[in-house]
């Protein structure tokens, strides 16, 4: 089983060649360039550095959201386009659920948080019982403050991890009143690995889409769909 994995879904660019255990070839680049310039010259360079026949593999992986509505776009179109071009299924994967499967084993809660602006975080809490990862909260948009007050109501150790620490770091200082900690930076954001290693679950399991059903997960509508909403309502209530 033989997996090329897309993560576009924040600031990071990561692409994978997974198989069954074994990573075989991962480019992450966490800088300010667009994903519409990075993801397909990445792929191109893990082919070429791998020998990879693109018609070897078995499965397109690609985080499915929450996240940056213009990255997850770019992400989707570049799985959807190779998924059509190779006849190949999309594995979509939760982003959150990617990220909290990077810190494999440990104890207490694990809570990734993407900044979603206007003091909200896509977020969900997670834990690890006997090797597999379970779903303590489902990947939602929150304040921060509502998120503090769910972790406090836990009353367990919980880790935090993406990008979403930096910006509201002091907000969580101030109300998580739980033991918790920050994951380093190697583990801290997201991977085009740990969603192509997620991936091979779900393809086993059936859980897959056609290239042309597969959508982005957003949570939210994307700003611009908001603000053409708003200016229909003014409309309507001159």
């Known amino acids: ?49 791998l020998d990879l026949d693109l018609n070897s593999l078995d499965a397109i992986a690609v985080s499915k959201g929450p996240g940056s509505f213009t990255g997850l776009r770019i992400g989707s179109a570049t ?36 900044d ?20 303590v909260e489902d990947q939602q948009a929150l304040f921060v403050a509502e998120l503090a007050e769910k972790l406090n109501g836990f009353g367990e150790q919980v880790i935090f991890l993406g990008d979403g620490v930096p910006v509201y770091k002091k907000i969580l200082e101030d109300t998580v009143k739980v033991p918790y900690c920050f994951a380093p930076a190697y583990a801290s954001r997201q991977r085009a690995a740990a969603v192509g290693i ?17 959508k982005p997960v957003y949570l939210r509508i994307p700003q611009a769909e908001r603000e053409r909403l708003k200016r229909e309502q003014a409309n309507e209530n001159p």
Not at 93 to 108: H, I, R
């Open 1 to 49: 089983m033989r997996i090329l994995a897309i993560e576009s879904s924040g600031l990071v660019a990561s692409t994978a060649v997974v198989e069954e255990d074994c990573v075989l070839g991962e480019y992450t680049l966490n800088y300010k360039k667009t994903h519409s310039q990075t993801l397909l010259p990445m792929i191109n360079q893990l082919k070429e550095m």
């Open 79 to 114: 799985a959807k386009g190779l998924g059509l071009a190779l006849n190949l299924p999309i594995v979509p994967v939760p982003t959150l659920e990617a990220m909290a499967c990077q810190l494999f084993g440990v104890s207490g809660l694990i809570c990734p948080v993407m």
């Open 116 to 135: 979603a602006r206007r003091a909200q975080v896509y977020t969900g809490i997670y834990r690890f019982s006997e090797g597999t990862l379970q779903t």
């Open 198 to 214: 997620c991936a091979v679950a779900r393809l086993k399991d059936g859980k897959t889409e056609t290239a042309d059903a597969h």
